[in-house]
Protein backbone atom coordinates (compact mmCIF):
# COMPACT_ATOMS: atom_id res chain seq x y z
CA UNK A 1 0.00 0.00 0.00
CA UNK A 2 1.39 3.10 -1.27
CA UNK A 3 1.21 6.00 1.41
CA UNK A 4 1.04 9.93 0.53
CA UNK A 5 1.60 12.91 3.04
CA UNK A 6 0.52 16.13 2.04
CA UNK A 7 2.13 19.08 3.69
CA UNK A 8 2.74 22.90 3.21
CA UNK A 9 -0.91 24.19 3.92
CA UNK A 10 -2.11 26.85 6.11
CA UNK A 11 -3.38 30.20 6.22
CA UNK A 12 -2.81 33.01 3.82
CA UNK A 13 -3.89 35.84 2.73
CA UNK A 14 -5.48 36.72 -0.88
CA UNK A 15 -3.23 37.39 -3.27
CA UNK A 16 -0.45 35.13 -1.07
CA UNK A 17 1.26 31.73 -2.31
CA UNK A 18 1.23 28.31 -0.50
CA UNK A 19 3.58 25.30 -2.04
CA UNK A 20 2.25 22.33 -1.05
CA UNK A 21 4.11 18.70 -0.83
CA UNK A 22 2.79 15.22 -0.97
CA UNK A 23 5.92 12.62 -0.22
CA UNK A 24 5.35 8.74 -1.25
CA UNK A 25 6.63 5.85 0.36
CA UNK A 26 7.22 4.40 -2.63
CA UNK A 27 9.32 5.16 -5.87
CA UNK A 28 7.30 7.36 -8.15
CA UNK A 29 9.59 7.37 -11.03
CA UNK A 30 7.66 4.87 -12.62
CA UNK A 31 4.09 6.26 -11.88
CA UNK A 32 2.85 7.92 -14.93
CA UNK A 33 0.07 9.96 -13.55
CA UNK A 34 0.09 11.97 -9.95
CA UNK A 35 -3.00 14.46 -9.13
CA UNK A 36 -3.88 17.20 -6.50
CA UNK A 37 -7.74 17.09 -5.79
CA UNK A 38 -9.42 19.62 -3.17
CA UNK A 39 -12.43 19.71 -1.46
CA UNK A 40 -13.89 23.03 -0.24
CA UNK A 41 -16.63 22.61 2.90
CA UNK A 42 -19.99 21.28 1.32
CA UNK A 43 -18.63 20.63 -1.97
CA UNK A 44 -17.46 17.71 -3.91
CA UNK A 45 -13.92 16.78 -4.38
CA UNK A 46 -12.48 18.52 -7.14
CA UNK A 47 -9.38 17.57 -9.69
CA UNK A 48 -7.25 20.44 -9.50
CA UNK A 49 -4.08 19.33 -11.26
CA UNK A 50 -2.23 16.44 -12.87
CA UNK A 51 1.16 15.72 -13.60
CA UNK A 52 1.06 13.37 -16.62
CA UNK A 53 3.30 10.91 -18.67
CA UNK A 54 5.59 10.58 -15.90
CA UNK A 55 5.68 14.29 -15.09
CA UNK A 56 6.70 15.32 -18.68
CA UNK A 57 2.95 17.12 -19.03
CA UNK A 58 0.81 18.53 -17.00
CA UNK A 59 -3.17 20.16 -16.73
CA UNK A 60 -5.05 21.95 -14.43
CA UNK A 61 -8.38 23.05 -13.91
CA UNK A 62 -9.73 26.23 -15.62
CA UNK A 63 -9.86 28.21 -12.37
CA UNK A 64 -5.72 27.51 -11.55
CA UNK A 65 -4.91 27.78 -14.65
CA UNK A 66 -1.75 30.54 -14.55
CA UNK A 67 -1.78 30.39 -10.81
CA UNK A 68 -1.10 26.94 -9.74
CA UNK A 69 1.89 24.45 -10.73
CA UNK A 70 2.47 20.74 -10.23
CA UNK A 71 5.38 19.22 -10.28
CA UNK A 72 7.73 16.43 -9.10
CA UNK A 73 11.22 15.35 -8.11
CA UNK A 74 11.57 11.50 -8.49
CA UNK A 75 14.63 11.26 -6.24
CA UNK A 76 12.55 12.81 -3.78
CA UNK A 77 9.58 10.26 -4.26
CA UNK A 78 7.60 13.85 -3.78
CA UNK A 79 4.86 15.99 -5.82
CA UNK A 80 4.53 19.72 -5.38
CA UNK A 81 1.43 21.74 -5.54
CA UNK A 82 3.15 25.66 -6.76
CA UNK A 83 0.07 28.25 -5.56
CA UNK A 84 0.28 31.98 -5.61
CA UNK A 85 -1.71 34.65 -6.35
CA UNK A 86 -4.64 32.59 -4.00
CA UNK A 87 -7.98 33.65 -3.92
CA UNK A 88 -10.55 32.95 -0.73
CA UNK A 89 -12.04 30.24 -3.08
CA UNK A 90 -9.38 28.29 -2.95
CA UNK A 91 -9.67 27.48 0.47
CA UNK A 92 -10.06 23.64 1.21
CA UNK A 93 -8.46 20.87 2.10
CA UNK A 94 -5.92 19.27 -0.66
CA UNK A 95 -5.22 16.09 -0.95
CA UNK A 96 -3.09 14.29 -3.27
CA UNK A 97 -3.59 10.87 -5.01
CA UNK A 98 -2.31 8.29 -7.83
CA UNK A 99 -4.80 6.94 -9.54
CA UNK A 100 -3.11 3.41 -10.25
CA UNK A 101 -2.70 2.24 -6.49
CA UNK A 102 -5.92 4.08 -5.44
CA UNK A 103 -4.01 6.03 -2.76
CA UNK A 104 -5.07 9.37 -0.90
CA UNK A 105 -3.06 11.12 1.30
CA UNK A 106 -4.52 12.22 4.30
CA UNK A 107 -5.48 16.10 3.42
CA UNK A 108 -3.63 19.71 4.08
CA UNK A 109 -5.87 22.36 4.87
CA UNK A 110 -5.48 25.87 3.17
CA UNK A 111 -7.45 28.81 4.07
CA UNK A 112 -7.55 31.80 2.14
CA UNK A 113 -8.30 35.25 3.86
CA UNK A 114 -10.01 38.09 2.09
Known amino acids: QVQLVESGGGLVQAGGSLRLSCAAS????????MDWYRQAPGKQRELVAS????????NYADSVKGRFTISRDNAKNTMYLQMISLKPEDTAVYYC???????WGQGTQVTVSS
Open 97 to 103: NIASTGS
Open 26 to 33: VSIFNIPS
Open 51 to 58: STNYGYTS
